[in-house]
C-alpha cells in the first residue's frame, strides 16, 4: 500500500511541477519519508535522481522552441558537480533532523512566494 501511495505522490508531484511551475521534490521527499520510510538524505538523493529524466525531456522540448540557452546550460552542467560535492559532504555532516526542518522551512518559503505573487494584483 505504502508503494501506491508513493506512486500517487510522485504523480501529484508532476502534475504540480507541470502546472504551477514548482519542484515536484516539495511533494516527492516528504512522500517517500513518509510513505516508503527512506531517510531524508536517501529520500533527497533520489528526488534528485528523478529530476534527471524530466530535465532531459524539457530541454529537448524547450531547445525545439529555441528557448534554451546552449551556453549558460554548459556552464551551469559544468558547475553543478562541485555544488553536488558540497551538497553531499554537507548532508552526510547534517543530522536528519536538521535536514528534514530545513527541508520544511524551504518548502513554506516557496509556498508563502508562490501564494503571495498569486495574489498579487496583475501588473500592467
Do not use: C, H, K
Not at 529530476?51 to 530541454?59: F, K, L, M
Not at 554537507?90 to 498569486?118: H, K, Q, S
Amino acid at each position: 500500500m505504502s508503494e501506491v501511495l508513493a506512486a500517487l505522490t510522485a504523480v501529484a508531484g508532476g502534475f504540480a511541477g507541470g502546472l504551477l511551475g514548482v519542484g515536484g521534490g516539495i511533494l516527492f521527499v516528504p512522500g517517500l519519508v513518509i510513505f516508503l520510510d527512506l531517510g531524508q538524505v536517501q529520500a533527497e538523493a533520489t528526488s534528485l535522481l528523478m529530476i534527471v529524466p524530466v530535465a532531459v525531456a524539457g530541454v529537448l522540448r524547450q531547445r525545439a522552441y529555441g528557448n534554451v540557452d546552449v551556453r549558460d546550460g554548459i556552464v551551469v552542467g559544468l558547475l553543478s558537480p562541485l555544488g553536488v560535492a558540497v551538497g553531499v559532504v554537507l548532508a552526510n555532516e547534517v543530522p536528519a533532523r536538521a535536514l528534514e526542518l530545513a527541508f520544511a522551512a524551504v518548502a513554506l518559503l516557496f509556498a508563502y512566494r508562490l501564494g503571495r505573487r498569486a495574489l498579487a494584483p496583475a501588473g500592467p
